[in-house]
């Protein structure tokens, strides 16, 4: 809800590939690539754990979205 809020989306890929560590775990390296209007911004992060690994991504594609938003000029500059 948070990224509708900051631009338009147009699209969002999500990979997730596993890879076996030394023995019966599994390190997560997930993806994301989100294409908004503004631009696309992607974020990649290697985890123990699934959903660690995929929070952690999406923080950082939030992160990276607000900064691109800040940094856009606004369409309203005399109205401010």
């Not at 019966?24 to 696309?40: A, H, M, Q």
């Amino acid at each position: 809800a948070t990224y509708r809020r900051l631009t338009n989306i147009l699209d969002l890929k999500l990979n997730v590939k596993e890879s076996r560590g030394g023995g019966e775990r599994r390190l997560y390296t997930v993806n994301v690539k989100l294409t908004t209007d503004d631009g696309v911004v992607s974020a990649e992060e290697s985890r123990w754990d699934l959903t660690l690994a995929l929070r952690n991504a999406l923080i950082l594609v939030e992160k990276q979205l607000k900064k691109i938003v800040k940094r856009k000029p606004s369409r309203y500059k005399g109205y401010e």
